[in-house]
């Protein structure tokens, strides 16, 4: 498949590369450049789309979402949930996910084991999402973030035998809760959880087993308690100090600033039946987030696209708005594409094979209004949707030989 007349936002960070084309020769990209280079052999490819001058981009990454989270205003309510309820909730999740765009997620936490089995149904075929990577549930302290979603284990061989009982679930992505949270009644979001050493004897089992872990730490203490546990990701981060982002950078470790998450907690206020606590402490954080945010791209930090998407008010769908978010936050376009599909590619261990177009990559593709640049929430729009090589959206207006064929019929 020949896709032409597009501008390709390339996922690499560079400027856009207008007049170009991208050919598609199974599941992988064969070819990408300016139409006036295209090879014969190339345009001699049957199956042609004109994309008329729209963006294309590599599919978006959320590194950090709750699929079988809804948005409620109320978190705790989820122990109510039947198993059969969760499950439909993270299929409805992650079909809002792929009509936004985006092609792969990292589930950050779940109660069932149903985000682990939709990742394998997409996988299968069975379902039409995006590509998971699921975490299981959050392992936390007794009564800490997310005990009431996760599994409680307290003292460093309760850590690993918990991160050994996510891997028998089928987790391929740990969470440990390293501080407080925003949703958790009865946590500060900027005090430490998780000791250093509870944390690294996580870690340690996560490495033996080839699992990647990712922590929710918000104040410096824990980030810093989770990062000397060399964890692999630092999810909000809202506390970051220049010593912080030094180990960041020095580990390769990556930050998920989730500015849409403090964003849509702010500007909702507790109208819509968020609790005032969570408002309270949601407001407290939000302007260091940012900070942190701006402190960490500055020390070449692995910045990523993490929405948080499932907390009170911030519904699964594109990830137009942390794009937006995170240039308002002063950093170009293409850079906030970048860390939107390479950047969190390279999170998720998954940089050889997606997050960028370049020949030989999976062909993960997404056309937009190229006007996204302007305004980036057009991204959660997308005109076409393209996972693994096959067409998973399509919003295209019917070329003139279609339009002949549908009127044939
Ligand atoms: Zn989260």
Request: net charge negative.
């Amino acid at each position: 498949m020949l896709i032409r007349n597009v501008v390709v936002y390339d996922g690499r960070g560079g400027a856009p590369l207008y007049d170009a084309a991208v050919s598609i020769d199974g599941e992988r990209i064969a070819w990408v450049g300016p139409l006036s280079d295209l090879p014969a052999e190339v345009a001699a490819d049957p199956s042609v789309v004109d994309a008329e001058g729209r963006a294309l981009l590599p599919g978006l990454i959320n590194t950090h979402v709750h699929l079988s989270f809804d948005g409620r205003p109320d978190p705790t309510s989820y122990a109510a949930n039947s198993e059969a309820q969760e499950t439909l909730i993270v299929v409805s999740s992650a079909l809002r996910s792929l009509a936004g765009g985006v092609t792969t997620v990292r589930d950050c936490g779940a109660r069932t084991s149903a985000v682990i089995a939709l990742a394998d149904a997409v996988d299968n075929g069975l379902v039409a999402g995006p590509r998971v990577v699921a975490s299981g549930s959050f392992i936390t302290m007794t009564g800490g973030h997310g005990n009431w979603a996760g599994v409680e284990a307290d003292g460093a061989e309760a850590v690993r035998a918990a991160v050994r009982g996510q891997a028998k679930r089928g987790a391929r992505s740990i969470k440990l809760i390293a501080t407080g949270g925003v949703l958790t009644p009865g946590t500060e979001p900027g005090g430490a959880s998780y000791t250093e050493e509870e944390l690294a004897a996580g870690v340690a089992e996560a490495d033996r087993l080839g699992i990647p872990v990712a922590a929710h730490a918000i104040g410096t203490e824990g980030i810093k308690n989770a990062l000397r546990a060399g964890v692999g990701s630092i999810e909000h981060g809202s506390y970051l100090d220049d010593e912080a982002c030094e180990l960041m950078r020095a580990r390769n470790v990556s930050h998920a600033p989730t500015l849409s998450a403090y964003h849509t907690l702010v500007a909702g206020g507790s109208q819509d039946g968020v609790a005032p606590s969570i408002i309270r402490k949601a407001v407290g954080a939000a302007q260091s987030n940012t900070e942190s945010f701006r402190r960490s791209v500055a020390a070449g930090v692995n910045v990523v696209c993490g929405t948080d998407a499932g907390t009170p008010q911030n519904p699964h769908g594109g990830v137009g708005l942390e794009i937006r978010l995170m240039v308002e936050g002063g950093v170009p376009i293409s850079t906030a594409v970048k860390f939107a599909t390479l950047n969190s590619a390279r999170c998720l261990g998954l940089a050889d094979q997606i997050g960028s177009i370049e020949p030989g990559k999976i062909a993960d593709l997404i056309l937009v209004d190229p006007n996204f640049a302007r305004d980036p929430v057009l991204l959660d729009f997308p005109w076409y949707v393209m996972r693994d090589g096959r067409s998973m959206l399509n919003d295209l207006p019917l070329s003139d030989a279609a339009k002949e064929m549908s009127v044939a019929k």
